[in-house]
């Protein structure tokens, strides 16, 4: 069984026109003579699957049985068309429409008016299966507006994703995974997951922070990418051995960081990211370590399914 637990699926107008904004001027500065209004009704397409049609035709393709889909509330600092509201509902419609493949979460800024009440919704009548945060989007996770959130969380026991390390290039906040070391203290019993793990710096920072609460896991998108190399696998072995060693495998959960639409990632790209994950212990062999069969499958899809209490389907699809 394998659990994906960082995918997105977007409609239109759902990130804010300051993301369009900066693309263009970005595919703009790479031609001469090219200028963003030329190009910039381009960009969302290629983002776009507004059905979750073309992520499980790639989970099909890649062997993945479920998917953890995260909606991503940019916050009031950026202006999307679509609603808070409307991203959401659109997570538990692409989930309705394929079942058993699709893990919604919520995606709520804390500083939104009434964000713990949504949050609440969300997970009740959704149902959604956790929520994901992106305090890099200009707000501080040791504040009592992202509390009001975790304690809602906290009642359903249900996981918040935070984006840690690098954030995307709009966004100018480090992303340091530390900043979530007094929200674990400080919330013992709140699930956390560190999504990306730091990439590409934070490893380290993470592990202090899993260090810190036994209810803290390392999410391990990002760190293998479509063009990574047999060393890039050895690197991520190694730090999955330093990580089981010293938080044990139940924290580890594999994810891509899969964006399905037409111009994004790519086709290959999910099944080249589960292809080099499962590689891990080849790489491990290489550099003499050792990551067994069972500690791929707790990574792979059961630490995720027993956090989710998620059960797959026996009709859904795997790899042939
Ligand atoms: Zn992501």
Redesign the pocket.
Known sequence: MIIDC???VLDAGFWPREWFDHVAADWAGRAPGRRPEMVRHRVEPGLLDPDGDRMVAAMDRAGVDAAVL?P?DWGPDFHARASVERVNEHALAVAARHPGRIIPFAGVDPRRPGAAELVERFLRDGPAYGVKLYPACGWDPAGPAAQAVYDVCQSFDVPVLF?TGHPLPLLDDPGDPLQLLPVVRRNPALRVWL??AGAPDGFDACLAVAAASERVSLEL??WLWSDSTAADVERLASRVVAARDSVGIGRLLFGS?H?SGPRTRGESFLPTVVDLFTSLPDAARRIGHRITGDEMNAMLGRNAARQLHWTVPTSSVGRQ
């Open positions: 960082h995918t997105h995260l991503w984006h999504g990306h998108s990002v960081d964006v």
